[in-house]
C-alpha cells in the first residue's frame, strides 16, 4: 500500500543524522553550520520523530511576487493629469460659483425693553451675555445662544417683529450691483455697523435680510466683558 505525502514510515526512513561541518575563514575565528546530509530528509518533530519531508521555500507567494509588481512608487503621477482638461469626475467642482454669503454672524433682534430681553435670553433660556453697551438711549446687548452659529443681538431701537438675518458677505457692492442689475432695490443706502458698512433689502415675501462687509473684525472682542450702565436720564 502506498504511503502519503505526510507518512511516519516515509520520515523515519528518511531522517538522517545531522552532520557538523567545520568552515574554515580568514583569521582566528572559525564558524560551525549545521547542515542535513539529504535534500529529501526531514526534521524531526515532537510526534516520534515523524514529520514531513522538507521543501526549499521561494521567497514569496506567487500572489505576492504579483502584488510587487503593481507597486506604484512615490512622485507617479497618471498621464490624466498632467495633459489634457480635466473631466467633471477628476474635478468635481470645475465652474461651481462659490455661495453669496460666507457666514450668518447674527439675529439683529427688537428689544423695546433692553433689561427685560436680557432676562429671557440669558436668564430664562440658559444663553451668555457677552456685553451690554449704550450709546445715548440706544442700547445693545449681544448673548450666545449656542456654541457654534450667530450671535443674538438685541436691540432696543428696532421696532418689534422687524428682526434682521446678518449675513457676512466679501463685497457688499457685488451684492448690491447683484440685485439691482436683476430689478430689486435695497432699502435706503448702506450704513455703518461697528464691524463694518450694512445692507439692508427684502425678500418676495417682505422678510428683512442684512449683509455687511467685516472690515473690522476686532470689534467683538473689543466689545466682549463690557457692560455699560444706564444714567440718570435712562431713569
Known amino acids: 500500500m502506498g504511503t502519503g505525502w505526510c507518512s511516519s514510515t516515509t520520515a523515519r526512513d528518511s531522517v538522517r543524522s545531522p552532520r557538523w561541518s567545520t568552515n574554515s575563514g580568514s583569521g582566528a575565528g572559525r ?54 482638461p480635466p473631466s467633471e469626475l477628476e474635478n468635481p467642482d470645475a465652474g461651481v460659483r462659490p455661495p453669496p454669503f460666507e457666514s450668518l454672524d447674527y439675529l439683529y433682534l427688537p428689544a423695546p425693553e433692553i433689561e427685560t430681553a436680557i432676562s429671557f435670553y ?14 445715548g438711549r440706544t442700547w445693545v446687548a449681544a448673548v450666545r445662544l449656542a456654541e457654534t452659529g450667530p450671535v443674538a443681538l438685541l436691540a432696543n431701537h428696532l421696532p418689534p417683529g422687524d428682526g434682521l438675518l446678518v ?26 455697523l461697528p464691524q463694518g458698512p450694512c445692507l439692508v433689502f427684502r425678500d418676495p415675501a417682505r422678510q428683512r435680510f ?13 466689545f466682549r466683558g463690557r457692560f455699560d450702565e444706564p444714567d440718570k436720564s435712562d431713569r
Open 31 to 84: 564558524s560551525r553550520r549545521r547542515r542535513w546530509g539529504s535534500s529529501s530528509a526531514t526534521r524531526p518533530t515532537g510526534n516520534g520523530g515523524a514529520g514531513c519531508p522538507t521543501r526549499r521555500r521561494r521567497s514569496g507567494t506567487r500572489s505576492s511576487r504579483r502584488f510587487r509588481t503593481l507597486v506604484i512608487s512615490p512622485g507617479w503621477t497618471s498621464p490624466r493629469t498632467t495633459s489634457g
Open 122 to 135: 440669558a436668564d430664562a433660556l440658559g444663553g451668555e451675555l457677552l456685553w451690554k453697551i449704550r450709546d
Open 167 to 192: 449675513y457676512r458677505v466679501r463685497s457688499l457692492a457685488e451684492i448690491r450691483t447683484r440685485l439691482e442689475d436683476r430689478g430689486w432695490s435695497v432699502e435706503g443706502e448702506p450704513f455703518e
Open 210 to 222: 442684512a449683509v455687511y462687509e467685516r472690515v473690522r473684525p476686532g470689534v467683538d472682542d473689543h
